[in-house]
T-cell receptor, first 115, second 111 residues
Framework: ETGVTQTPRHLVMGMTNKKSLKCEQHLGHNAMYWYKQSAKKPLELMFVYSLEERVENNSVPSRFSPECPNSSHLFLHLHTLQPEDSALYLC??????????????FGEGSWLTVV | AQKVTQAQTEISVVEKEDVTLDCVYETRDTTYYLFWYKQPPSGELVFLIRRNSFDEQNEISGRYSWNFQKSTSSFNFTITASQVVDSAVYFCALRGNMLTFGGGTRLMVKP
């Protein structure tokens, strides 16, 4: 059983819809992350939160809006997405954001299709 | 800048064969960590191993073994006596001031 759970596992949405991806970690970690994995592209870091504060935003379009209400939960709010946003969105967590030695643990991902 | 290269995009073997997945990295950091993750078709990235830059000892865990050679900036992963359940995409990653993933190697183990 994974320590990082994501819902929904699969989501199909129209370009005008608003939806949210949810992530919860049960590992007592202080840092949480959103990654995007598209076909034929390396994993891309989108956002990093440390103790509920956003510490990194890698030039992600504003149609993706993260929210971290507490250190165990992370959301990714989606609105007016484009078909090229279709991808696997992976949530992850680690003990701390800044320490290179901390292992990052990933959830099962949310498969998003934008039609 | 950091870079991780997994030159083998796809490998196909027959069950029980040994297979080595290559990983070469570039970094200017003197302290860094190397990771391997497994991604089965379900999507989850499963952590396999972490190695710090000061520990060049090879590691063995069951059928898995890792060879870290700082002189060649490589961190290769060998699966001995491969099984169908080993079929997945395997990612090598490097973490210094940021976490950088390689492009992944898709391993197909046929019965």
């Amino acid at each position: 059983e994974t320590g990082v759970t994501q819902t929904p596992r699969h989501l199909v949405m129209g370009m005008t819809n608003k939806k949210s991806l949810k992530c919860e970690q049960h590992l007592g970690h202080n840092a949480m992350y959103w990654y995007k994995q598209s076909a034929k592209k390396p994993l891309e870091l989108m956002f990093v939160y440390s103790l509920e504060e956003r510490v990194e935003n890698n030039s992600v379009p504003s149609r993706f809006s993260p929210e971290c209400p507490n250190s165990s939960h992370l959301f990714l709010h989606l609105h007016t997405l484009q078909p090229e946003d279709s991808a696997l969105y992976l949530c992850a967590s680690s003990q701390d954001a800044g320490s290179a030695g901390n292992t990052i643990y990933f959830g099962e991902g949310s498969w998003l299709t934008v039609v | 800048a950091q870079k991780v290269t997994q030159a083998q995009t796809e490998i196909s073997v027959v069950e029980k064969e040994d297979v080595t997945l290559d990983c070469v990295y570039e970094t200017r950091d003197t302290t860094y960590y190397l990771f391997w993750y497994k991604q089965p078709p379900s999507g989850e990235l499963v952590f396999l191993i972490r190695r710090n830059s000061f520990d060049e000892q090879n590691e063995i865990s069951g059928r898995y073994s890792w060879n870290f050679q700082k002189s060649t900036s490589s961190f290769n992963f060998t699966i001995t006596a491969s099984q169908v359940v080993d079929s997945a995409v395997y990612f090598c990653a490097l973490r210094g001031n940021m976490l950088t993933f390689g492009g992944g190697t898709r391993l197909m183990v046929k019965p």
